[in-house]
């Protein structure tokens, strides 16, 4: 086998824009011969991929995976060029099939997932499933972000995928069974996650660091306006508790009822299902973000 040089890797780069390893895996089986590589490449799809890699992929879809016991799930946002091919349904396959590996291979990052084999074809990566479909759609294609959600003891996890596939939320509900009133339930949470952008469930969950920057806004604000010191902390104190209860999800008026809150809709249908609830955990994407 003749000797792969990092001359022959980079004029092979040069001509067809493929990867690093890509171009040394096509010029070993080639055995050195430069064209044949390309021949190699251009059958893969690799070559046609790559040249598009470089290309802004700002549209895009937001995905949900949910395993059938409704126990774990995955939401994920997958880029591309155009909203046309967004809309198409191969491009929707393809970002279910991205969400189904999450789900199976467990990956920590965007860079491992890439590096994965491919829980849907035996001998390729995630990321030569992902050129190959470049490839195929004629656009580059970037994976974003993915966020597996779980729940540890009983209960029930609902996606909600708004009209157009850029906004997406899943959340966990923790209880006893797993009654259809208890999915209606969680999926209504899911739609009410997507409306208003809670940023936690309880005020203990916010982050601390977007509520001192809150506070510091609060607080210059006061000073501008010439208020006495010894009412500043009143104002400040005011505005923050306001700030919390419109971005805690338990304290947000529910979207479907004004007149109660979430926490109220949790404590009533808790009520109905016999058995208390919990909201564990979500993630909302809104494409771009």
Do not use: W
């Amino acid at each position: 086998m003749a000797t792969v040089t990092a001359q022959m890797v980079k004029e092979l780069r040069d001509r067809t824009g493929a990867g690093m390893m890509d171009s040394k895996k096509a010029l070993q089986e080639a055995d050195g011969d430069i064209d044949k590589a390309i021949a190699v490449l251009r059958e893969r799809g690799m070559a046609k991929a790559a040249k598009k890699e470089g290309r802004e992929a700002s549209e895009g879809v937001i995905t949900a995976y949910l395993a059938d016991d409704r126990r774990s799930g995955v939401i994920l946002e997958v880029n591309c060029e155009t909203d046309f091919v967004a809309r198409t349904d191969k491009f929707k396959a393809f970002a279910q099939q991205l969400a189904a590996h999450v789900a199976l291979a467990h990956p920590g990052t965007v860079d491992e997932m890439l590096t994965q084999p491919y829980s849907g074809e035996s001998g390729k990566t995630v990321d030569d499933f992902i050129k190959e479909t470049i490839a195929t759609l004629g656009e580059n294609i970037r994976l974003k972000r993915f966020q597996p959600v779980a729940l540890e003891n009983g209960g029930t996890l609902a996606s909600y995928i708004h009209p157009g596939d850029k906004l997406g939320v899943m959340v966990a509900v923790e209880t006893v069974g797993n009654s259809d009133s208890l999915q209606t339930f969680a999926r209504d949470v899911a739609m009410h996650i997507a409306a208003a952008e809670p940023k936690a469930i309880t005020r203990d969950d916010v982050d601390k660091t977007l509520v001192d920057a809150e506070r510091a806004i609060y607080q210059k604000q006061a000073e501008n306006e010439g208020k006495p010191a010894q009412v500043i902390e009143k104002i400040v104190s005011g505005k923050i508790d306001k700030f919390l209860s419109e971005s805690v999800l338990l304290e947000q008026p529910y979207v479907k009822d004004n007149d109660k809150t979430v926490g109220d809709f949790v404590r009533e249908t808790a009520s109905t299902v016999g058995s208390d609830i919990a909201i564990k955990n979500f993630a909302r994407f809104r494409l771009g973000e």
